[in-house]
Structures are given as structure tokens and as C-alpha cells.
Nanobody
Framework: QVRLVESGGGLVQTGGSLRLSCVVP????????MAWFRQAPGKERELVAH???????YYADSVKGRFTISRDIAKSMVYLQMNSLNPEDTADYYC???????WGQGTQVTVSA
């Protein structure tokens, strides 16, 4: 069973920062782009950012300039550095091997006003 494991969520005030981490099985990490999605209460899951095998990145307009996706190949981990957080960023955040059915269980991020 393929299992991705996220961590790093929590409660933070507006303007604060959090860093999410995702441990990825090596056989998945080495052959897929990796992505972060989020799902706010009552809303559909949306793509936040992804990083391709080449290292190039994509960001949703709503997080561009505030969030940074990165990876550590040696550790088989993916990160999402989130700065200048605001209440609209409140959601469950999920790590995904992009375009595959492999997801983590999610980590909750709550930004207070």
C-alpha cells in the first residue's frame, strides 16, 4: 500500500508562516511530479502547487509569491513553505504524486484573523 504522510499543519495568525512536509515512498518520488492540494470546508479540492521531476514549479494564482514548493531528493520529501498566511488559506492540505491516486491523509491548516 502506497502511503504519503504529511505533517506541519496547525493554527497560525494572519501574516504567519507554516512549513508542511510530506514523506514520499522512494519508488513514487523518483518517477512522479509532486503536488500540494488543499480543500477548504464546503469547497472542492484545488491544486496549490506542484514541482516537476525537472524541478520546475507551478503555483496557483492565489498563493503565488507567498508559497514555495520544494523537495529533498535524498530524503524523498516534499515541502510547502507558506508565508503571509490569511484566513482564506484555511484548509486541509494534501500531498499527492501528481496525476496518480497516491495521496496523503491531509494536514489541517487554520489561519485566524
Amino acid at each position: 500500500q502506497v502511503r504519503l504522510v504529511e505533517s506541519g499543519g496547525g493554527l497560525v495568525q494572519t501574516g504567519g508562516s507554516l512549513r508542511l512536509s510530506c514523506v514520499v515512498p522512494r519508488n513514487i518520488f523518483g518517477s512522479n511530479s509532486m503536488a500540494w492540494f488543499r480543500q477548504a470546508p464546503g469547497k472542492e479540492r484545488e491544486l496549490v502547487a506542484h514541482i516537476r521531476i525537472t524541478g520546475s514549479t507551478y503555483y496557483a494564482d492565489s498563493v503565488k509569491g507567498r508559497f514555495t514548493i520544494s523537495r529533498d531528493i535524498a530524503k524523498s520529501m516534499v515541502y510547502l513553505q507558506m508565508n503571509s498566511l490569511n484566513p482564506e488559506d484555511t484548509a486541509d492540505y494534501y500531498c499527492n504524486a501528481y496525476g496518480t491516486p497516491y495521496w496523503g491523509q491531509g494536514t489541517q491548516v487554520t489561519v485566524s484573523a
